[in-house]
Each structure stands twice: as C-alpha cells, then as structure tokens.
C-alpha cells in the first residue's frame, strides 16, 4: 500500500532548498568576480550558464513555496 501524501514539511524544505541554491549562486558569482580572468571562456560560459539555470529554480521554487503555502491555509 502506498504512503499518504505527507506535504506538512515541504515549505520548510523548499525553503531550504532556495537559501542552498542562492548560496550556490553567490559564491558561483564570487569566484567568476575574483577568478574570471584566470579561468577558459568555455569554463565562464557554463558557470554563466549554470547560474542562469540556479536564477530559473529559484524562482520555480518560490512560486511553489507559494503555492504549497496556499495548499496548506485551505486544509488547516
């Protein structure tokens, strides 16, 4: 038999997850700022590329932090 659907949990781990991928994107940034002359251009255009990627799930990930939040006020 399956398990319930246990969604109490997720805002935090959304949550948590938004803050790591922000982190991710800060110090991704940091080193292209201190090391971006020192590094190929083939290497500064995939971390441009990735942190574009992290900027695409941040905000996926805020808008089901929201909608998680809306799910959780209408059986509460």
Same mark, same amino acid.
């Given at each position: 038999?399956? !398990?319930?659907?246990?969604?109490? +949990? =997720?805002?935090? !781990?959304?949550?948590?997850?938004?803050? =790591?991928? %922000?982190? =991710?994107?800060?110090?991704?940034?940091?080193?292209?700022?201190e090391?971006g002359?020192? %590094?190929?251009?083939?290497?500064?255009?995939?971390?441009?590329? $990735? =942190?574009?990627?992290? !900027?695409?799930? %941040?905000?996926?990930?805020?808008?089901?932090? $929201? +909608?998680?939040?809306?799910?959780?006020?209408? $059986?509460?």
């Open positions: 038999m399956a !398990k319930p659907d246990n969604r109490s +949990d =997720n805002v935090e !781990k959304l949550q948590e997850m938004v803050q =790591n991928t %922000i982190d =991710n994107l800060e110090e991704s940034e940091a080193y292209l700022n090391h002359e020192d %590094i190929s251009e083939n290497e500064r255009q995939h971390l441009s590329v $990735k =942190n574009e990627h992290r !900027k695409e799930s %941040i905000k996926g990930m805020r808008q089901e932090i $929201k +909608d998680e939040a809306a799910h959780q006020e209408t $059986k509460g």
